[in-house]
């Protein structure tokens, strides 16, 4: 059973479409976020929801959209894609009720989002 | 502000001799630290983490790290390295508010035989 799911593993579309990437967990958890790993590997925060509840909106443009339709799931919208949205992006969860990060994280396999 | 530094990029190693990856972090208060590996392909698995205590810590496939609070750093080691440990390694610490994980920009580990 796979804990955290993400869909679809690969995306690729044309610059200025619209789409969606799914994230759910299984494991019960209050906290899931969404990060960005860049063509260098580097990870960083994007979204954090807490029951639902959204903790963090780091420096994200807003044509990202996290919605958050229960605790088990939490999907990223993206309007008018640009080159630079070209990334992984990573789902992940904890169990933390609170919202804060030293709980341990949990990541799903990611997907890769190519704007062409 | 919370950070951390991984010095080193790329490191390969041999297969069966020892490793070492290097992480210094800046951090306010007693750190909550984090080793996570990324295999090709996949997401981030947790390795070991360290809240408080004793300061080695055991985590999965062999691997420890030490806390060492004068030198800033939370290091990670394995005596033995085998081929599948090839990986992305990243060292993690929570961000000031704890709400979300603040990555190093982490090391490839090439292991040649």
């Known amino acids: 059973d796979t804990a955290v799911s993400q869909t679809p593993k690969y995306l690729v579309t044309q610059m200025g479409n619209d789409k969606s990437i799914k994230c759910e967990q299984n494991?019960?958890?209050?906290?899931m976020y969404w990060y960005k790993q860049d063509s260098k590997k580097f990870l960083k925060i994007m979204f954090s929801?807490?029951?639902?509840?959204?903790?963090i909106n780091e420096t994200v443009p807003n044509r990202f959209s996290p919605k958050s339709p229960d605790k088990a799931h939490l999907n990223l919208h993206i309007n008018s894609l640009e080159l630079g949205d070209s990334a992984v992006y990573f789902c992940?969860?904890?169990?933390?009720?609170?919202?804060?990060?030293?709980?341990?994280?949990?990541f799903g396999p990611g997907t890769r989002l190519t704007v062409l | 502000a919370q950070s951390v530094t991984q010095p080193d990029i790329h490191i390969t190693v041999s297969e069966g001799a020892s490793l070492e990856l290097r992480c210094n972090y800046s951090y306010g208060a007693t750190p909550y630290l984090f080793w996570y590996v990324q295999s090709p392909g996949q997401g981030l698995q947790l390795l070991l983490k360290y809240f408080s205590g004793d300061t080695l810590v055991q985590g999965i496939k062999g691997f420890e790290a030490e806390f060492k609070r004068s030198q800033s750093s939370f290091n990670l080691r394995k005596p033995s390295v085998h081929w599948s440990d090839a990986a992305e390694y990243f060292c993690a610490v929570p961000n000031q508010a704890g709400t979300a994980l603040i990555f190093g920009k982490g090391t490839t580990l090439s292991v040649s035989s």
């Open positions: 929801y807490n029951n639902k509840e959204l903790i």
């Open positions: 494991l019960g958890h209050d906290t």
């Open positions: 992940a969860s904890s169990q933390v009720a609170s919202g804060l990060s030293t709980d341990t994280q949990y």
